[in-house]
């Protein structure tokens, strides 16, 4: 998995809590992504970010949020807004057209 | 939106055979990559095909890409036990590539290699 970390493997969300997925990489990549996998589905991207202090949303950003203040990190915020959160989440970076992919989160609500 | 359909959604296979996987997509693209994800892992990039490239060679793995179709295969060849994993195509379409690009992963295919 690179010099991707993810944590923790496994979230236990609980009703109308905020939980944060942690996202770390020490690859020395500019570019950052999180995508949501559910079961027999592919790779669906919620947020990117390209370079420090900036991000933009991908196909399904709603319920979701992140932050980029510093390189090697970009956490996700699953909301309570997010009415289905139950899914495998994915942090990849980028290196020149290659995506790094970190171990994978697995969100379940209790 | 996904943009890449794999075909078939399932293989199963004796060891020692080819597996040939494949994915349409349906706009115009800059590359093409297949990655591969274990049960439960994240996914790891196997090979990327460039646009104006028509095959590549890495290994045991030998991709294809058809613009004048939109599809690209994967081969590989003389399968392994350990080649049981979930294979996604992805592709690229972003204007620039880089720390621009944005990728679209299909539904992906399971391959089971039996020994």
């Known amino acids: 998995d690179g010099g991707i970390t993810q944590s923790p493997k496994y979230l236990f969300r609980k009703e109308g809590q905020n939980v944060t997925l942690s996202c770390e990489q020490n690859l020395n990549h500019d570019a950052m992504y999180w995508y949501r996998q559910d079961p027999g589905q592919g790779l669906r991207l919620i947020y990117y970010?390209?370079?420090?202090?900036?991000?933009q949303k991908g196909d399904i950003a709603e319920g979701y949020s992140v932050s980029r203040e510093k390189k090697e990190s970009f956490p996700l915020t699953v909301t309570s807004a997010q009415k289905n959160p139950t899914a495998f989440y994915l942090c990849a970076s980028i290196n020149g057209e290659t995506q790094y992919f970190g171990p994978g989160t697995r969100l379940l609500v209790l | 939106s996904q943009q890449g359909e794999e075909d078939p959604q399932a293989l199963s296979i004796q060891e020692g055979e080819n597996a040939t996987m494949n994915c349409s997509y349906k706009?115009?693209?800059?590359?093409l990559q297949w990655y591969r994800q274990n049960s439960g892992r994240g996914l790891v990039h196997l090979i990327l095909i460039r646009s104006n490239e028509r095959e590549k060679h890495s290994g045991r793995l030998r991709v294809t890409l058809d613009t004048s179709k939109k599809s690209s295969s994967l081969l590989i060849t003389a399968s392994r036990a350990a080649d049981t994993a979930s294979y996604f195509c992805a592709t690229d379409s972003s204007l620039y590539t880089g720390a621009n690009s944005k990728l679209t992963f299909g539904k992906g295919i399971t391959l089971s290699v039996r020994p």
């Open positions: 706009t115009s693209i800059n590359n």
């Open positions: 970010s390209q370079i420090v202090n900036d991000f």
